[in-house]
């Protein structure tokens, strides 16, 4: 019963789109309370369903899934359940639980802008397994035929961004065609806390987009990690390279964390450069970067199965 408990979970998160972590036991040794293909169900808002053992094994799973959450890695881990290793809770099983955790995540991309860059970069994304939502307020250039397999909102875009809350973890390209358009969805993808955003234009445009967005009070910190201009430098110049440059920018964030340059020479790390063009300036001198264990799971997160530029 607790095994469909999981897979019910897993189908209605994988309708809603919230990440999770599943957790498999896969080898047991000597005594353990956790059987073999025991499974838990950890979601992202932090509430579970199913169990690898209960006690102290879920619990260590519990805060393991934090981490593979955050990685968007699996990783198994080894749960010692012998007394001498914690007396204090007078663990007797003698054995060890080896659980497997996989993140089931479903990376959102959110492109504002339907011209030729936004199109060509949802069509990478795509196959890239992101889940690719388009906003645009022409439904001349959003439409089925232009952006096939993505969910496309067409209203102004002051209304889409007034009721649009973004899904972790969120990734956002601004490739608007006008300057107004950038500034509203920028700041709408700052104040989301997106993991990825990402901003089109000249040098010019972008540091007028941020100051502006720094003087009406956005966080500093938030703006610093803005990807402009957007993508890997690898000289793109049409717009299938622009989209592609885009979309290893948004494989590089994803797989190796915020922090990776868009210089290709430095995989991995922040573009030194821009750490001293940061640093000493105030505020209003703003320039964009180049590239632009608990023992128990709390019972509050037990789920119950019931629960129910035209291009640029």
Request: hydrophobic content about 40%.
């Amino acid at each position: 019963m607790r095994q469909r408990e999981v897979y019910d979970a897993i189908r209605k998160l994988d309708q809603s789109g919230e990440p999770a972590v599943l957790a498999t036991v896969v080898r047991v040794i000597g005594s353990s309370p956790g059987s073999l293909g025991s499974k838990m169900l950890i979601a992202g808002s932090g509430q579970a369903v199913g169990t690898v053992g209960g006690g102290c094994v879920d619990g260590a799973v519990y805060t393991a899934a934090k981490q593979v959450l955050s990685d968007e890695r699996p990783r198994t881990i080894t749960v010692d359940l012998t007394e001498s290793d914690d007396p204090e809770h007078g663990l007797i099983c003698g054995g060890r639980v080896e659980v497997f955790l996989e993140p089931l995540v479903t990376a959102h991309l959110y492109v504002f802008g339907a011209g030729h860059v936004g199109q060509a970069l949802a069509r990478a994304a795509l196959l890239l397994d992101w889940k690719v939502v388009v906003v645009d307020d022409r439904a001349q250039f959003l439409n089925e035929p232009r952006f096939p397999g993505c969910e496309r909102l067409v209203a102004p875009f002051e209304e889409t961004l007034a009721r649009l809350r973004a899904r972790a973890p969120a990734y956002v390209a601004v490739v608007t065609r006008g300057h107004r358009y950038d500034q509203q969805c920028l700041e709408w993808a700052i104040s989301q806390d997106a993991r990825y955003v990402g901003l089109v234009g000249s040098r010019v445009k972008i540091r007028k987009i941020l100051e502006r967005a720094l003087a009406r009070g956005l966080p500093l910190e938030r703006l610093e990690r803005v990807r402009a201009p957007i993508g890997l430098d690898v000289g793109a110049v049409t717009v299938e390279e622009i989209a592609a440059s885009i979309a290893c920018e948004l494989v590089a964030v994803r797989r190796r964390g915020t922090e990776v340059s868009r210089e290709l020479a430095l995989p991995g790390v922040l573009d030194e450069r821009d750490r001293r063009r940061l640093r000493g300036r105030k505020p209003t001198e703003l320039r964009p970067l180049s590239r632009c264990e608990g023992d128990e799971v709390p019972s509050e997160a037990r789920l119950s199965s019931e629960d129910d530029e035209d291009a640029t």
